[in-house]
């Protein structure tokens, strides 16, 4: 004799609507930290004008000097 699971209409909907409300809440904080995180790797780093080749590049990390990856020139970063 198989066992009917009889569950009420409310309890039906409000399991659901905390379970989507739950849902949309842990994808709002996924993606909140995971733009914090992008946004920090991209202040960090730091721009260099290369005088001998004229190339403008990036490097991670704060850095004063670093070599062009064209020419292997060491230009100092860009101060605005």
Not at 11 to 17: C, I, N
Not at 67 to 75: D, V
Request: charged share 20%; hydrophobic share 45%.
């Amino acid at each position: 004799m198989p066992i009917a699971l009889i569950v009420e209409l409310d309890a039906f909907l409000a399991t659901l609507l905390c379970t989507g409300i739950a849902l949309i809440l842990a994808l709002w904080l996924f993606y909140e930290r995971r733009q914090a995180i992008l946004t920090d790797n991209h202040r960090l780093s730091t721009l260099f004008h290369c005088i001998k080749c004229n190339l403008i590049y990036t490097r991670r990390r704060r850095r004063e000097h670093a070599p062009c990856p064209r020419c292997g020139f060491n230009n100092i970063r860009l101060r605005f």
